[in-house]
């Protein structure tokens, strides 16, 4: 049995609460906030979880084995060195830190200590994008051109993070796995509209090794909510679409192609295009939280994190 902590409990870690107390290899009944009246909200959701202000009152308890870092990025390389450093296994949330730098440096920490590090990339557990990976794996989309990622919202707007750190590294860690490369170019620009500093929009242009051309285009400040990917190969194209619950991937049959022909007044270039047929392939219905969670434990007990580990983190932060 793996006993946990869980540092911060504000939008997101109640969600680790929830899952690791639903696990069978796993307890989370020590939360960590500075905010009475969350840790009161945990006390009166989960009466068995104990609520702490002194972080360091759990991080010298040899009973806990592992912490879950879910508070502001600005905290998060503090507040992982100072978990390993006391010999705990570490899951935290994205980003790991600011700067690739300062996480580099917990890799090597963790190196150090024998400890698990772990980052919070949750949509690298997304069984309809391990299902793109796959497809990209396989051959299936042939050579790829190019990926282009739309991930917009009206909030939630954050003070301790821009829209590149919050919303577009989920989309630079997708890219970065299912390429299985970290990007050699970066080129963005951005705008802030409502917090002096502080980007509600990006738009970022990655150019990855083979020619892979990909866009980001993250806001927090847009009237829709979209999460899709779009993918375009040289034999197929796929979409996914993250609001498309029943049917998220959809592979395309359609494309085009050059070919040089001769003719009466020499050598020319032909395209083609053809358009077929749409598969929705099955997708597993698992919750990605969940997924990352049993991740995590497993890597606990077997010494080696499969995804998301610290170095894979460091490249969406450097990139």
């Known amino acids: 049995m793996t006993n946990l902590a869980l540092i911060g409990c504000g939008r997101w870690g109640p969600n680790h609460l929830r899952t690791f107390n639903s696990l069978p290899g796993s307890v989370m009944d020590r939360v960590v906030d500075l905010d009475p009246g969350r840790l009161e909200a945990v006390r009166l959701a989960h009466p068995g979880v104990r609520?702490?202000?002194d972080v360091f009152a759990v991080l010298e308890d040899p009973a806990i084995d592992a912490v879950v870092v879910a508070t502001p990025m600005r905290t998060h390389y503090r507040l992982v060195q100072d978990a390993l450093l006391a010999g705990k296994h570490v899951l935290c949330e994205k980003p790991l830190c600011?700067?690739?730098k300062e996480g580099e440096a917990l890799v090597e920490l963790a190196a150090a200590a024998g400890r698990v590090l772990m980052v919070g990339h949750v949509f690298l557990f997304n069984p309809a994008i391990v299902k793109l990976k796959e497809l990209i794996d396989s051959g299936e989309l042939g050579v790829l051109y190019y990926l282009s990622a739309f991930r917009t919202n009206l909030g939630p707007i954050r003070s301790d993070a821009n829209a590149a750190y919050d919303l577009a590294a989920h989309d630079i860690s997708i890219f970065n796995w299912l390429l299985g490369a970290e990007p050699e170019q970066v080129l963005a620009t951005g705008a802030s509209f409502l917090q002096p500093d502080v980007e509600d929009v990006v738009f970022v242009a990655l150019r990855y090794p083979n020619g892979v051309l990909t866009s980001i285009q993250a806001?927090?400040?847009?009237?829709?909510k979209v999460r899709q990917i779009t993918v375009v190969g040289s034999k197929r194209m796929a979409t996914w679409?993250?609001?498309q619950l029943t049917a998220p991937i959809a592979i395309f049959d359609k494309g085009a192609v050059a070919q040089s022909e001769s003719g009466d007044?020499?050598?020319f270039l032909r395209l083609s295009m053809w358009d077929g047929d749409i598969r929705l392939p099955k997708v597993r219905?698992?919750?990605?939280?969940?997924?990352?969670?049993m991740s995590f434990l497993d890597a606990i007990e077997h010494g080696a994190v499969q995804r998301s580990d610290g170095a894979?983190?460091?490249g969406v932060v450097r990139a």
């Open 51 to 53: 609520g702490e202000q």
């Open 98 to 100: 600011e700067t690739a």
């Open 219 to 224: 806001s927090w400040l847009d009237p829709k």
């Open 241 to 243: 679409d993250d609001l």
């Open 265 to 267: 007044f020499g050598e």
């Open 285 to 293: 219905s698992d919750e990605p939280v969940k997924l990352q969670a």
């Open 312 to 314: 894979f983190a460091v």
